[in-house]
């Protein structure tokens, strides 16, 4: 069974860091692209970033270039956002999402259940 | 405000045909797939279409995508009480190198 556990959100300062962590188990991590999707309270889905199953491809939207870092660690089968300065417009559920090249659909066919990061003085 | 448009609301009654637009431009739905999530409250989004009119394994034909041009719809015939919930239409888009969204439907059965 694929799983995907986010953990590391909680409540932060403006200006301050955060350093989000995905778990995943039940496919083969080191194969598959990954992204983190947020969903700010009562709003919609935005795209945050994505990195290669290799992490020789990264993309950022531009809400968060230059402040947040998209890695993983294949060995461990996870993925990590590194978030620096961040402003109250930050505040989310961010969830890492997996695309499965075998299934072939190239969306993201597995969401973990979020974590909930809230900036906030 | 969300790259790709759509409605806020859209409701129908137990049987009905409803459908859900979304609006894009040429670097994202008029030259990538569109897919579509379903999201029921308090929980994480699930694949609804994918590629346009493509439906993973254990979604119901009830279920279809359509695009045409800069726009695509989601429709759902024979209407149950359990689709109320939200969706979301998503693009690659082109221009931005990266992944859109809408701005999400909440779907009522009335």
């Known amino acids: 069974e694929v799983q995907l556990v986010e953990s590391g959100g909680g409540l932060v300062q403006p200006g301050g860091s955060l350093r989000l962590s995905c778990a995943a188990s039940?496919?083969?991590?080191?194969?598959?692209?990954m992204n983190w999707v947020r969903q700010a309270p009562g709003k919609g889905l935005e795209w945050v970033s994505y990195?290669?199953?290799?992490?020789?491809?990264?993309f950022y939207a531009d809400s968060v270039k230059g402040r947040f870092t998209i890695s993983r660690d294949n060995a461990k089968n996870s993925l990590y956002l590194q978030m620096n300065s961040l402003r109250d417009e930050d505040t989310a559920v961010y969830y890492c999402?997996?695309?499965?090249?075998?299934?072939?659909?190239?969306?993201?066919?597995?969401w973990g259940q979020g974590t909930l990061v809230t900036v906030s003085s | 405000q969300s790259v790709l448009t759509q409605p806020p609301s859209a409701s129908g009654t137990p049987g009905q045909r409803v459908t859900i637009s979304c609006s894009g431009r040429?670097?994202?739905?008029?030259?990538?797939?569109v897919y579509w999530y379903e999201q029921l409250p308090g929980t994480a989004p699930k694949l609804l279409i994918y590629?346009?009119?493509q439906r993973p394994s254990g979604v119901p034909d009830r279920f279809s995508g359509s695009k045409s041009g800069t726009s695509a719809s989601l429709a759902i015939s024979g209407l149950r009480s359990e689709d109320e919930t939200d969706y979301h239409c998503?693009?690659?888009?082109?221009?931005?190198?990266?992944?859109?969204f809408g701005g999400g439907t909440k779907l009522t059965v009335l």
């Open positions: 990195i290669t199953s290799s992490s020789s491809i990264i």
């Open positions: 040429s670097s994202n739905i008029g030259s990538n797939f």
């Open positions: 999402a997996a695309v499965i090249a075998a299934a072939g659909t190239w969306g993201f066919d597995y």
């Open positions: 998503a693009a690659w888009d082109d221009s931005l190198s990266g992944w859109v």
């Open positions: 039940g496919f083969i991590f080191s194969d598959q692209s």
């Open positions: 590629k346009n009119n």
